[in-house]
């Protein structure tokens, strides 16, 4: 709700920017706007930034000639190397390929930002559960953070990880609260104004989908053991003879394959997409006051833009929970396929 009204606050005061610049400036103001470009492009450059990266993180937010701001209406899920700020203010990041850890470019976006950020504050949260949970051992009162954090962990703990990993699955309960935890802040933190949600750009979804793949597929071979773990590959159906039992395993071994892969491939594209649909969405309603051009139609497209922003907090918190169960799942599956 509160990214709903800064949005609409920003559309409204667009047209009314637009409205007090004059129709076709001079060739005065035009080339003192051109100059003023310039200068700008040429500060971020001596800064550190390419001709590039001037351009794009320059240029982009300066007003045209006509005087008529472009508006970033879908900057919550878009990965830029810009952070756009209250009252117009812009951080630039550096560009492309400024740090280089052999061939894998290292340089930071406002994703890259986001997701530190809630890993800041996962880390905030659970360690500071933990504290309160020795600080409650020692015979002092906790408070309600503890209970709340201590509820969340334990229903992920005994809810999710274990009827699904069953046996020796207290092992793996940190790394799928982690998990939870992590991807709840990230949802999360694309609600607020100005903010950006990392979970929306596939790179994201798929580093963690293949956390999860490593895990569980690393899992399943030490619980199985190696020759038990390729058995789950190389599948022989009982009762055939050695040679058509071999062949059949060859046969169906890249079926099995393609079923591992099919995993994490899916905890990617869900993550991913639903993360994106609450966004667009909005964008779409809001977006019917200015198609249909008339002040009349104003109730409906906010009514349901609120709405839909109460839906994303919904779902920012039943996706972190999916990506933990299905996690959890997976690592079960990889564990006792034997």
């Known amino acids: 709700m509160i990214a709903t009204a800064a949005v609409l606050l920003a559309l409204a005061a667009a047209p009314a920017q637009a409205g007090a610049q004059p129709a076709h400036a001079a060739p005065v103001e035009v080339l003192a706007q051109h100059d003023a470009g310039a200068a700008s492009s040429r500060a971020i450059e001596s800064a550190g930034y390419g001709a590039a990266e001037a351009e794009g993180c320059g240029a982009r937010h300066a007003a045209p000639a006509g005087g008529e701001e472009q508006l970033d209406f879908i900057g919550h899920i878009m990965d830029t190397r810009e952070w756009e700020l209250p009252f117009g203010k812009v951080l630039c990041f550096p560009a492309a390929g400024t740090f280089m850890v052999g061939p894998i470019d290292m340089t930071p976006t406002k994703h890259v930002l986001f997701m530190g950020i809630a890993g800041l504050l996962t880390m905030i949260c659970l360690l500071g559960g933990a504290g309160l949970a020795a600080r409650s ?54 609600i607020i104004p100005w903010g950006s949600t990392p979970t929306a750009s596939v790179s994201v979804t798929a580093a963690l989908a293949f956390m999860t793949f490593v895990v569980a597929e690393i899992g399943g071979l030490i619980s199985a ?26 046969a169906l071994a890249p079926i099995e394959l393609v079923g591992k892969l099919t995993r994490p491939f899916a905890l990617c594209i869900r993550l991913m997409a639903n993360m994106t649909a609450g966004h667009i969405v909005l964008l779409a309603l809001i977006s019917l006051i200015f198609v249909f051009g008339s002040w009349v139609v104003l109730a409906g497209p906010v009514l349901m ?20 169960m299905l996690t959890s799942v997976f690592i079960g599956l990889a564990r006792h396929a034997h």
């Open 305 to 324: 833009a609120v709405a839909i922003s109460f839906l994303e907090i919904f779902v920012a918190f039943l996706q972190a929970y999916i990506f933990a």
């Open 137 to 190: 051992e020692g015979g002092l009162t906790a408070g309600k953070r503890h209970n709340a954090i201590e509820a969340s962990v334990l229903f992920i703990r005994d809810e999710v990880v274990m009827p699904n990993i069953g046996h020796g699955g207290e092992k793996y309960a940190p790394f799928v609260c982690t998990l939870f935890f992590f991807i709840l802040f990230c949802n999360l933190l694309g």
């Open 225 to 250: 053991g190696p020759k038990q773990y390729l058995g789950t590959i190389f599948v022989v159906p009982k009762g055939m003879g050695r040679v058509s039992g071999l062949a059949m395993a060859a």
